[in-house]
């Protein structure tokens, strides 16, 4: 095996292309491999193999400095920068996080995980040397549909004009996560088409120096061209032309399927047969749309990410709207439908509305657009670092103007879309927890544009319980566990995240000595807080139950549970330390 | 006088082309004798008179709908829709918004006051327009240096690809709100030099139809223009060449400093030897990049509102980077030169950092990359809705990693920028206020690197005021009426909006009754809220005070003050009456 010599990027520069043709082979087999198992990004890896051996043969890292974008595609780096256990051997699986990561490698400069990120961060290294008087390559590796984000573009415009050193690899793999959508793609085909020949061409208009290459998985052709451009003194674009998922046959077919993948799926394809909270609202907006014209569904490049799929996409027509990855264009669009008469319905995921603060305050809360938006994937988890669901009550629920539902019920659910969707008054963001939500049977009869009217569940005394969304179901374990401590507490679904029942706030005044609010995420600026700043000065205490501000990295969730006390137990061990301190007074 | 005949944009289509001119002139006079009384967007809204004239007079506003991008040049549009008024009436100067309002006239589509946000808020309406299935045109004007903005560039890309109306007026007037910066502009430079011949092109590599009109305030050959492409069925762009500031030669001149004046400014050059926060800013950054080569001062087109006038730019050379506006690419800028080893400064408005959520969580704070960043005109004021300051705190304080400093006298201010420069431990950010620092006269020798550790003013007992930033004048004020009311108080400055000193806010359980919180901004998510959940399991009682979770609109400050409680009196009677409960008791 190639592979067994390859400890550093230095071995990597000993190979010949034949020896680097078929570490190619060994690489792929090995992230197949390992991938089937721990799940991970699939598709972007198998394209970008040869690149990264070219890479790591032409340039000095970590001298020269690799900027991956998302850095979902860092895999094969990985294997050639000191980690090519984390792929080889089972056990250290697991060692490795799916990016970049600094601490893990000196050959590894920034912790990445969002797009079209690593060309502002490139410039701002390459500054950083210029400043310094130093003299290496700057590299951005960027593809996979990030460059129609807005950080990208911003950093093209920049890029192009840093008057010294900077290589932005352009990895062209015909696709985003789905397929493309845009003018740029436009012209990135056209440039394709004509073997970066066409007159009209976005890079060359922003002023870099421009290089094609037809064959993004010639090992032999990317080095010659790594070569011809390294130590350049000119900010340049390299648009080569990859294969998605090159190596796995499924992978190759199956594109926006296999970008990533889960256990088994290397093998054959998954089945699509189950049902959750997004295979219950694709169903939902199916009806919804052939009743209701003006209803438009909006994705900015992940609607697998919330299960709409192709068949499903292309069932809605013109219903449906792809921006691509451009999540602050699909604010203003949404607004500006909203405004215009129409009912957008835009899917995001938690860690990714983080992307359109500004937008989500200037174009849609100060127009009070009435537009509908769902945060998929939001709650504590044990993801990466870069895609966690935490931050989103902060962020979205000290904005004016927003309506930030949290359904603790599949019926709840459906009559916030209802909801949302046919009011005319507000933006409301629905909360879709990553747990399916319980069916109950019973419907759900509620007024929701009577706002912040909370939902008194069990009227008790002493301790009451406010506990939103998914973390309902919290809510009423530690009821149970009171109950048997022979507590007759109160239980409350606020159902709202952005405004306060004051009315029933204030009652409980009367007759509770203590009120606990539950919430699945962070702590610091969510609505809990809101809760206890309500009773500052009142002789009511209040615990908070969430996430610490932090950024956590694929920690087990029964961990941060016990760390956050986040269990039954460990809350009402918390509240029976108040109901006792205050029963000894 | 033509004006006279307008009252709505009906009233422009009876016009001959000489009267518009007239009526172009008679609207300059109107406008900067106005502006010169209450400030205001002058270069900008004299740039774009024809063309407005132009609009009104081949479209069909408001069945026609014009998005104006900033909306700060939608002053010559509310002369001709009704609005007249509020230019012509010393007494009705100020009834009107500065920016488009659509609660003033249906001839307004939407609230704007940021940047970049036309072109995506216009591809909504235009998708209304196809889904609803009705005809109207629509337009985004936009203009001054907003094209580099990532939602401006996002926008393009989905608009591009729309197949339907949809028309953007691109006013080049060859300026930023300071000079232009990027690869962007040189296209826009070769396009306005080949008269919009040059191949290289970005809007047509986008697959815009793509015009030129080389005198964009003649208004004849703006209105044969507008007809040509009215009702077309493809995205258009209408590159026009304006000039800045035309019709007062002090503004065509000063492009930038008379891209917003002050009263007076119309008559003559401003006075500019002043001293604030932001020249002693200026004068320390001076200085700093002298000793230390590796600092670089970043500015996202916005220089002048933090008082980077030319001349210090230029005397800055390379240590000096205006991206344009593009705060994103700001961000992982900063982030990619601070992990590269220089210390970089990024100043920016309080208002504008909300375009930059994401970056600041996953490019600068996840990367602990130590850059330093000044947040400008934070806090309370009486400005318009789009440009309030209030939102920082909760916008900041909520990401990991942050260190947010709020400086209390001009020792501080600067020591803190000692410690954030050359500190490489953390991402920093300091919050300047819009009042002038007091200067003690005492040299501050705290060390920022004990994150948290709040500071002891006064050591009393039963109430603490914990007064941060520029309130902590206020927290003085406080302080000396409870003393009046024979009341020894304790007083602290915190320091840190991003923290708690629990050992401090422990010790104060021993002899305190009322913790009171000073900020100034929103009290949802913001630094109060932390201190009020550290006491909720305790008998301290505590008061948060800062403002509301709400868009203010050009409210006087006194009135937010009473409103809020955030006057000496007022703030001493709400802690009074909790003091008379607890006696009671």
């Known amino acids: 095996m190639v592979l067994d010599k390859i400890n550093c990027p230095d071995d990597v520069k000993k190979l010949t292309f034949d020896e680097m043709k078929n570490l190619a082979s060994e690489m792929r087999e090995a992230m197949i491999k390992k991938v089937d198992v721990t799940s991970g990004h699939m598709g972007p890896n198998l394209g970008i193999v040869e690149a990264t051996i070219a890479l790591h043969y032409v340039f000095n890292s970590p001298y020269d400095k690799i900027v991956y974008d998302v850095s979902h595609q860092s895999y094969p780096h990985k294997l050639l920068t000191g980690r090519k256990e984390g792929f080889l051997n089972p056990e250290l699986y697991l060692k490795y996080a799916g990016y970049t990561a600094p601490e893990e490698s000196e050959h590894d400069v920034f912790k990445v995980g969002h797009t079209s990120t690593s060309i502002s961060l490139a410039t701002g290294l390459a500054k950083a040397r210029d400043l310094k008087g130093e003299k290496h390559n700057v590299i951005a590796l960027i593809g996979d549909g990030s460059m129609s984000g807005g950080e990208a573009l911003e950093g093209l415009n920049n890029a192009s004009v840093l008057n010294s050193n900077m290589i932005i690899i352009f990895n062209d793999n015909q696709m985003s996560i789905a397929e493309n959508h845009g003018g740029l793609y436009?012209?990135?085909?056209?440039?394709?088409?004509t073997k970066g020949k066409a007159e009209l061409n976005i890079f060359k208009s922003l002023g870099f120096e421009y290089h094609y290459l037809e064959d993004g998985n010639d090992v032999e052709q990317l080095v010659e061209l790594f070569k011809k451009v390294k130590d350049t003194n000119k900010p340049t674009i390299l648009h080569i032309k990859t294969i998605k998922g090159l190596g796995l046959k499924l992978a190759e077919e199956y594109k926006e399927l296999y970008h990533y993948?889960?256990?088994?799926?290397?093998?054959?394809?998954?089945?699509?047969?189950?049902?959750?909270?997004?295979?219950?609202?694709?169903?939902?907006?199916?009806?919804?749309?052939?009743?209701?014209?003006?209803?438009?569904?909006?994705?900015?490049?992940t609607p697998g990410a919330t299960g709409f799929d192709e068949e499903f996409r292309k069932s809605l027509g013109s219903q449906y709207t792809d921006v691509g990855i451009a999540e602050q264009h699909a604010i203003g669009y949404i607004s500006g439908m909203a405004v215009g008469g129409a009912k957008p319905v835009y899917a995001v995921l938690s860690s990714f509305i983080q992307r359109t603060y500004d937008q989500l305050s200037q174009d849609l809360a100060l127009n009070n657009a009435p537009a509908t938006i769902l945060v998929a994937w939001a709650g504590i988890s044990n993801g990466d670092a870069t895609h966690l669901g935490t931050f989103d009550i902060p962020l979205i629920s000290n904005i004016p103007n927003i309506v930030y539902l949290a359904p603790t019920t599949r019926e709840e659910m459906f009559k916030m879309l209802d909801y949302a969707i046919n009011q005319n008054e507000h933006p409301v963001a629905i909360r879709i927890p990553l747990v399916t939500l319980k069916e109950t049977g019973i419907e759900d009869r509620t007024d929701y544009s009577i706002l912040n009217k909370y939902k008194l569940i069990k009227q008790g005394k002493d301790v009451a319980i406010i506990a939103a969304g998914d973390f309902y179901e919290l809510g009423i374990e530690v009821y149970k566990k009171l109950k048997e401590k022979g507590l007759d507490s109160t239980l409350i679904n606020p159902c709202y995240?952005?405004?306060?029942?004051?009315?029933?706030?204030?009652s409980l005044k009367n007759n509770h000595k203590v009120v606990i609010t539950l919430e699945n995420g962070e702590l610091d600026g969510g609505f809990g807080e809101k809760i206890t700043r309500f009773y500052g000065n009142s002789d009511i205490k209040v615990l908070n139950f969430g996430s610490t501000k932090e950024f956590t990295d694929r920690i087990p969730?029964?961990?941060?549970?016990?760390?956050?006390?986040?269990?039954?137990?460990?809350?009402?061990?918390?509240?029976?330390?108040?109901?006792?301190e205050k029963a000894a007074l």
């Open 497 to 506: 995240l952005t405004g306060l029942d004051t009315n029933m706030l204030e």
């Open 557 to 580: 969730l029964n961990e941060l549970y016990e760390k956050y006390h986040l269990t039954p137990d460990l809350i009402v061990q918390d509240v029976m330390n108040i109901i006792s």
């Open 186 to 193: 436009t012209n990135f085909k056209l440039l394709r088409d």
């Open 261 to 301: 993948i889960f256990p088994g799926m290397a093998q054959k394809l998954p089945d699509m047969d189950y049902e959750d909270n997004w295979t219950l609202i694709r169903d939902y907006i199916k009806k919804a749309t052939k009743k209701d014209k003006t209803i438009n569904l909006v994705s900015a490049g």
